[in-house]
């Protein structure tokens, strides 16, 4: 048992580095999975919203290419139990950077 097993889900929006930031990432949550803003909550699971694993990659795109961020699909994103915890990961890998690729000489 791990210990996100073991604590509940939060059900508050986390405290994000830049809080407007918060409206923005939920428009494009409402944009691009086709969701109504006000049922986006602290709680909602991706389940409960209907959302499906597109759905998802479409959402992390958007906010990707909105907000001009790199998010690595990482254990901590992969396993966000509900939008709160998704959102703080999403916070938290905001300042991550792409993976350089060298160039191979030919």
Do not use: C, F, H
């Not at 803003?37 to 709680?43: G, H, L, M, N, S």
């Not at 001009?68 to 139990?81: N, Q, V």
Request: no cysteine; proline share 8%; glycine share 4%.
């Amino acid at each position: 048992m791990t210990d996100q097993d073991s604590n509940p889900a939060p059900a508050n929006w986390p405290t994000l580095k830049n809080p407007e930031k918060l409206d923005q990432i939920l428009d494009i949550i409402a944009e691009e999975g086709g969701i109504e803003r006000e049922k986006i909550t602290p709680d909602a699971t991706l389940e409960t919203l209907g959302l499906e694993s597109m759905d998802v990659v479409m959402i992390l795109m958007g906010i990707e290419d909105k907000l001009d961020a790199y998010l690595p699909m990482d254990t901590e994103l992969s396993s966000a139990r509900n939008l709160a915890e998704l959102i703080g990961a999403i916070d938290k890998n905001m300042d991550s950077k792409p993976p350089t690729q060298e160039a191979n000489p030919s």
